[in-house]
């Protein structure tokens, strides 16, 4: 038995040895076909299935059993598939790799604006070639190049700064560049007491208009450098601009002061009789200005155009406010001022001094209220001016007094006196009265004559 196992491991070590000697090992070296530089990261396929990828130094080495040929591929970024049969018995081999022809496509745009440049030149230099092409309507130039080399690129175009780039073909099919235009000119318009933007501000080149100013103020313009230019400014309600200005080469943006036109103001201050207000005061965005005259006029030669709160003052009248705008020819302001109001107070008694109240209280034809428990209506009217004040009420006569109130008053009274008036029933009361008076007073006569009589008979001829 012992004997038996000892044949079967002698056999056994013989198969091994065998195996051992028949495999072979392929060393594979991967170069650039062009410059002969090794090529690391190459995928490496035997007889169709992938075994691995080359070393930083272009190596890979592939062991097998040695019994047959084998069909070797080297795939890698940029280089053209390399396909190839080894013999069974070869131990090394150089793959030499071609690069791959790519295509490159330049697309150039305006910075600004961002639309394509059209008619920009593009060169592209390197490995070799120097290949120059135009843009198309798109912005793009295409250039045939070979994939993993470095080329530079340069794009001219008329009123643009020139552009140099470098590009590695690993991949990268298409590549975008701005270009700035080398002919912007910013303008920038602002008020000259302020410096606040203008917008709307017309800007005119050499008397041509070049545009308006937006929110900001701003305005881009396309100038040549180192040339004259007679440039002109203008914006409602500011004087206009004008100027001859030469572009120097290094010139950003032109800053343009603009003042604002003055206008002549005149106020004229009238009461509610169409009468002139002299002295009245005259404030403008609340700043004291001046007086009115003996005319009732006020006179401004210098207002920037513009909004402004007027107000107008004067004793015995009230405030005048109104929001005018100033612009054109300049503005004639009329005020038309009305008096003071005052407190008034309309007592109403009777003839013995007592409060008369549920008066209905008239004031010029208008009903203003009844009087309360004091006999008292409390009313605003306005100053210097005469009113016609009238009191009414069951039991009394009518009361009327004219009034003229001062003007600058602020508390005024107004006094009614009111007398009582005989109803029906107090008349036949008093009728009755009287009639009661004068039937008593008949009677008494009556009596006096009846014991006259009387007495007169007793003391005649016969009773001596």
Known sequence: MARYHRIIGILIACILICGTVQAATLRIDVFDERSGNSLADASIYIDGEYVGITASDGTYSYTHPGRKDLRLKAVRKGYRDWVGWVD???????????????????????????????GALVRVDGDGISRSETTRS???????????????????????????????????????YWLFRSDVLAIQVRDAETSDPIPGAGVFVDGAH??????????????????????????????????????????????????????????TAFNEAMRPIAEAEVYINGTFKGRTNQYGRFMLTDIHAGTY?????????GEWTDLCQVSGSGEDIIADLEYDRAGVTVRVEDSGKGAVDDAVIVINDQVRGVTDSTGCLKTGLVTNRAYTVTATRDGYRNATVDAEIPPGATEFTVRLTMERTLSAWMLVAGTGVVAVALLGTVLLVRRKKDRRRRGGRSRGPDSL
């Open 210 to 267: 070049a545009g308006t100013t937006d929110v900001d103020g701003n305005l881009q313009l396309h100038l040549q450098r180192e040339r004259r230019y007679s440039l002109k400014v203008t914006a409602p309600n500011y004087q206009p601009h004008q100027e001859e200005r030469y572009i120097e080469v290094d010139n950003v943006f032109l800053l343009i002061h603009l003042s604002q036109s003055a206008y002549p103001v005149s106020l």
């Open 309 to 317: 709160e007027i107000v107008v003052k004067a004793p015995g009248y």
């Open 138 to 176: 798109d912005g793009g130039a295409d250039f045939s190049v070979r994939s993993g080399d470095l080329y530079n690129i340069e794009i001219r175009a008329s009123s643009y700064y020139d552009l140099s780039k470098t590009v590695q073909m690993d991949g990268t099919n298409k590549v975008q």
């Open 88 to 118: 069974a018995d070869r131990t090394r081999i150089q793959v030499d790799m071609i690069r791959r022809d790519e295509i490159l496509r330049v697309e150039v745009y305006d910075a600004a604006t961002l639309k394509p440049v059209v």
